[in-house]
């Protein structure tokens, strides 16, 4: 099993700053990919970001110029830098990644979330 653990939520300001920062243990043989997801209340989950192993990057379009995706494979974490925050970011923010254990080729797993307040 993997797990994820997510930490950096909380409370800004519209235009403000957070850093979200995600980091995963267990019986990992290599992630393939890291994704910071988020979910509003009454809203479908979505997914914010993507880097892969080689770093390429993926960002939704609403995120595009705002936020930065990271991460280090040594290390097995990922990070995701929020400048310009808006009060529709607003959600809780979920950290998952695609990896590869001494029994599964590929699976996803997930944090719990860590949540994003932006408020007007």
């Known amino acids: 099993q993997v797990q994820l653990v997510e930490s950096g939520g909380g409370l800004v300001q519209a235009g403000g700053s957070l850093r979200l920062s995600c980091a995963a243990s267990?019986?990992?043989?290599?992630?393939?990919?890291m994704r910071w997801y988020r979910q509003a209340p009454g809203k479908q989950r979505e997914l914010v970001a993507s880097i892969n192993s080689g770093s390429g990057t993926y960002y939704a379009d609403f995120v595009k110029g705002r936020f930065t995706i990271s991460g280090d494979n040594a290390k097995n974490t990922v990070d995701l830098q929020m400048n310009s925050l808006k009060p529709e970011d607003t959600a809780v923010y979920y950290c998952?990644?695609?990896?590869?254990?001494?029994?599964?080729?590929?699976?996803?797993?997930w944090g719990k979330g860590t949540l994003v307040t932006v408020s007007s």
């Open positions: 267990g019986s990992i043989v290599r992630i393939n990919a």
């Open positions: 998952n990644a695609n990896a590869q254990t001494a029994i599964d080729y590929g699976v996803s797993y």
